[in-house]
């Protein structure tokens, strides 16, 4: 296929519940799309003006610095002591990686690229581009035969679906057993909420106890935009095997996707700074607590969602009704068919607004059944 071929961008359809949501006597309250609404910490923005002397072509691997900082928080973060500089390499943002792996690992028509049955669109539209068959499972034992690629997603978006070690190594045993690259989108690490992730971390595909000794066949796709509200400057990065990385270092450098140089430096500043992640995480807390007990009193029943950016909810109904009811309370939420044939009743409640914000939503969802 071509990208002609493509889907219009599904968000268009929801134009319509965002007027509505905006007819409200007190205004919208948009929880639709995770775009950040924090400022940038002072550091890393001290950081980006400091590097804007940047005359020369930035490095496509990254810098020494950067690269170093990458090894450093995958040890100091997600419990990764042993990576080195030829595991890992910046990335224009995630979704541009996620977009084009298939075809930086020259996948084609024929070959098959596994996706989580509620998954992120933009699996599927690497793809397609490529023109490879897309599957949706969830359950590594029926993953097929003649897969190239296997996207999870952990913490998932929108479900915030959270893998242990014991499915991680179990989805690393089945992916080699595939031949097949195995790619974890983990890009929500650092917010972890409930269960057993309101006290440990969320574990990495990287992390030895699922490797078995060996990267061999694994990629880490990971995103400052959310932890360090770094969405504008498109700064997250990629690690993992070796050979794999290097493959997709030669074909980046072909097609010139290399982030600009005081990007790079301020991703490495940003990195190294841990008191403003938590900060964050603490807001993004705070607007769960207000939203999350109101929804469930409106009727929605929250699923999955332990950790992540997200509340999954769902009325068990169809979702275009469940928008319908939200945006004449003013507030707009993502509908889950945009994540697959498998969420037909679910709809994505973002945290990514001003908690006076959140609080008024939560207000008008109280409200609705007073």
Known sequence: MSVRDLADYPWDAVAPFRERAAAHPDGIVDLAIGSPVDPTP???????????????????????ALREAIVDWYARRRGVPDLRVDNVMP????????????????????????????????????????????????????????????WINTPGNPDGRTWTVEELTEAVRRARELGAVLASDECYAELGWDGPWATERVPSVLDPRVTGGTRSGLLSVYSLSKQSNLAGYRAAFVAGCARIVGDILTARKHLGLMPPAPVQHAMEVALRDDEHVAAQKELYRRRRDALRPALVEAGFRIDGSEAGLYLWATEGRDAWESMGRLADLGILAGPGPFYGDHSADHVRLSLTAPLERIEAAAQRLRGSVS
């Open 42 to 64: 002072e550091i890393i923005r001290r950081a980006l003006s400091e590097a804007t002397d940047a005359h020369s072509y930035p490095q496509t691997v990254g810098t020494p």
């Open 91 to 150: 990335t224009i943002g995630s979704k541009e990686l996620v977009a084009l792996l298939p075809t930086l690992l020259g996948l084609g028509e024929g070959d098959i690229v596994v996706q989580p049955r509620v998954a992120y669109p933009t699996y599927a539209v690497g793809a397609q581009v490529v023109g490879a068959t897309v599957v949706s499972e969830d359950d590594p034992a029926l993953w097929p035969e003649g897969a190239r690629l296997i």
